[in-house]
């Protein structure tokens, strides 16, 4: 605040009034408000010896008290005022605390040490913060993205042209900027890579036509559509790695040998211990694996294992009670592996592992639970044939005797509907083996106990999967060029690491649909003169603010 003194040039008359000046970010031009008028100077004179001076000092004192912590703030807001024109006077605060961990991953400092090689006019490290800040707290299009960009107090000067062109620089920079991520995370969080997570997941995209990567296969969703397989690694604090794409027909299990390459050439990790779902549990894999000098934890599935292993896993004898129906046995055992050689034929080797059974009663609940709406579904088609068909008898059609497709329809055969029965002895059979599981690994000299714990965390990486598919809404994909559509899953990946810092910083008290939920609504509306009113705050802003040093408390 400053004392204006206006003087009119008809009369000569100085007035004098107390001024504060603020930038208006949506004019752009610096305003004035008068905060008190206080008459003119001759007038002044004669209550005042020296009023400019006293005035002088009235005025930095106000200015002091408007700058204290504890001052008062006054706004008069006419009742006819309007808003202006093409302004957002909502914006996001919460995107505060994504940023600061997105510039201590030194991501802006990556991309602006790239692009100073290229000829690229736009702003790479503005557009990937956009990108990721609203993959992250406002997922949708990258042009509904780009239409959304004021509700960030960031500048973000550039076209939607300019998006897409950057997706291009994302994706020639993307296997450099995923390993400078990892060494920042190692620098900064002590990464452990001991033991690395990898799974598989695939997402669609909604279209018909196939290419080189989206391709009809397996999905995990059973959609018709084509996909995109990913396969992605993950440390023992469930903070992404990298990741690797596949064409959507790429089986996932052959997803490991190569991404397991890329990842020990490039990211110089040592001896690791693959945990894995039983996707991946191949002879290829294992002795891949054994080969390369790492070691595995893989789950088995029982029910396709052979009789004597099957044996073994309802033999009573070896099991230790944990307590509360849990209870544990483990085994050295050479087991019989097929192997693909050099020329493509099938080769036999034997490996050395540990073999742990487990049985959970939880466990036990659930598959019977799993399975109910699959019964249940095979008991309608049995009295309903004629509303099924060979798509959508999934998870049905094992549990009903002598079900016939058309060939060419795919409708189930008039011939064989008065025909259909309950399949009784295919559910006793599965039943046999609910609340077991099994577990293959390397490491023999590991306790049990300690093997179901290291396995375990595998599902971190699959409610990973889960946070980019449904908080993220990272699929259907709506992009159609190979490169945009690295880009895309770059983007998800990088959101995905900064979320998961934050959840690991915060011990994990919050989850991450917490997190990410607490963020977007820590929103903020326009007043005046540059001051924002603030209406939301709980604890998870509150911890993670204490984290980051960063206030959201704060109503003004």
């Keep these: 605040m400053y004392l204006r003194k206006a003087t009119n040039k008809k009369t000569g008359r100085t007035y004098l009034s107390i001024v504060h000046n603020y930038w208006d970010k949506n004019t752009k031009t610096t305003r004035s408000v008068t905060i008190k008028s206080l008459g003119y100077l001759d007038e002044l004179e004669k209550k005042y010896e020296n009023p400019i001076e006293f005035f002088t000092r009235e005025a930095k004192k106000l200015e002091e008290e408007r700058l204290s912590e504890n001052a008062n703030l006054t706004f008069t807001i006419a009742k006819n005022e309007l808003i202006p024109s093409n302004s957002v006077n909502r914006k996001n605060f919460g995107y505060a605390a994504f940023s600061k961990i997105y510039h201590e991953l030194e991501i802006d400092k990556f991309l602006k040490n790239r692009q100073r090689h ?9 557009i990937m913060k956009l990108l990721v800040f ?4 406002y997922p949708a299009s990258k042009k509904k993205t780009y239409e959304n960009k004021d509700i960030f107090f960031e500048k973000f000067d550039f076209s939607l042209d300019d998006v897409y062109r950057c997706l291009t620089f994302f994706n020639k920079h993307s296997d450099a900027l995923q390993l400078w991520i990892h060494e920042r995370i190692k620098s900064l969080y002590d990464r452990n890579t001991d033991l690395v997570y990898y799974d598989v997941t695939n997402y669609y995209f909604e279209i018909d036509e196939q290419d080189e990567l989206r391709k009809k296969g397996v999905s995990k969703e059973h959609r018709p559509d084509p996909i995109v397989q990913m396969g992605l690694f993950m440390d023992t604090n469930g903070i992404p790695i990298t990741y690797k794409l596949f064409p959507g027909n790429v089986p996932d299990k052959t997803t490991l040998i190569p991404a397991l390459s890329r990842i020990q050439r490039e990211y110089s990790l040592g001896r690791i211990i693959i945990v894995a779902d039983r996707g991946l549990t191949t002879g290829d894999n294992i002795w ?41 046995k483990s085994r050295l055992y050479p087991r019989e592996i097929q192997v693909t050689a050099t020329n493509g034929k099938k080769i036999k080797k034997v490996v050395d592992e540990k073999q742990v059974i487990f049985y959970s009663p939880e466990y036990a609940a659930k598959a019977r639970m799993d399975r109910a709406a699959s019964i249940a579904k095979a008991m309608d088609l049995i009295k309903n044939p004629g509303k099924y068909n060979r798509s959508i008898s999934y998870g049905a059609a094992k549990y009903v005797k002598n079900l016939v497709f058309d060939a060419n329809t795919g409708e189930i055969s008039e011939s064989v509907r008065q025909h259909l029965d309950f399949n009784e002895e295919k559910l006793r059979e599965e039943e046999k083996f609910d609340g077991y599981y099994a577990i293959v690994t390397s490491e023999y000299k590991e306790t049990p106990e300690k093997i179901i714990d290291m396995y375990r965390g595998l599902w971190k990486i699959e409610e990973s999967f889960k946070v980019t598919k449904s908080d993220f809404e990272s699929r259907p994909v709506y992009l159609s060029l190979k490169e945009h559509i690295d880009a895309h899953f770059l983007i998800c990946f990088i959101a995905l690491v900064i979320v998961r810092v934050l959840e690991y910083r915060l011990k994990g008290k919050y989850s991450v649909t917490e997190i990410l939920e607490s963020l977007g609504k820590a929103c903020c509306s326009y007043i005046k003169e540059n001051y924002y009113l603030f209406d939301f705050c709980n604890n998870v802003l509150e911890d993670t603010g204490k984290e980051l040093n960063i206030d959201f408390r704060k109503k003004t």
């Design 134 to 137: 609203s993959r992250l707290l």
């Design 288 to 328: 891949y694996i054994l080969s390369a000098k790492n070691g595995y934890v893989l789950s088995y599935s029982i029910r396709s294992a052979d009789k004597d292993f099957q044996d073994y896993v309802l033999d009573e004898s070896g099991y230790i009670n944990k307590g509360n129906g849990f209870k544990i």
């Design 118 to 126: 290229s000829k690229e006019e736009f702003d790479a490290n503005a």
